[in-house]
C-alpha cells in the first residue's frame, strides 16, 4: 500500500520559515520524481516545486528564491523549505510521486501565514 505523509504545516507570521516533510511507503521511492502542489480556498491546485529522480529541481516563479526542494533517498522523504513566507502562500500543500503512469498524493498539510 503505497502512502504519503506530509507534516510540518502549521500557522506562521510573515517573513518566518516552514519546513514540510512528506515519509513514502510503499514505492520505490528513489526511482519516482517528487514534488509538492499546494491549494488556496477557491483556486486550483497549483505546482509549487518538484525534484527529479536524478535530483534536478523545477519551481513555480512565485516561490523561486524562497523555497527549496529537497529529498533523502535513505530516509525515503522530500522536504520543502520555506523561506519568507507571506500570506499568498497560505494554501493546503500536498505531496506527490509520479513515475511513468503511476501517480500518488497524500493528504495534504496546512500552512497559514498571517500578515
Known amino acids: 500500500q503505497v502512502q504519503l505523509v506530509e507534516s510540518g504545516g502549521g500557522l506562521v507570521q510573515a517573513g518566518e520559515s516552514l519546513r514540510l516533510s512528506c515519509a513514502a511507503s510503499g514505492i520505490a521511492f528513489s526511482m519516482f520524481a517528487m514534488g509538492w502542489y499546494r491549494q488556496a480556498p477557491g483556486k486550483q491546485r497549483e505546482l509549487v516545486a518538484t525534484?527529479?529522480?536524478?535530483?534536478?529541481?523545477d519551481y513555480a516563479s512565485s516561490v523561486k528564491d524562497r523555497f527549496t526542494i529537497s529529498r533523502d533517498n535513505g530516509r525515503n522523504t522530500v522536504f520543502l523549505q520555506m523561506h519568507n513566507l507571506k500570506p499568498e502562500d497560505t494554501a493546503v500543500y500536498y505531496c506527490?510521486?509520479?513515475?511513468?503512469?503511476?501517480?500518488?498524493w497524500g493528504q495534504g498539510t496546512q500552512v497559514t501565514v498571517s500578515s
Open positions: 525534484i527529479s529522480s536524478r535530483g534536478d529541481s
Open positions: 506527490y510521486a509520479k513515475m511513468t503512469v503511476m501517480n500518488y
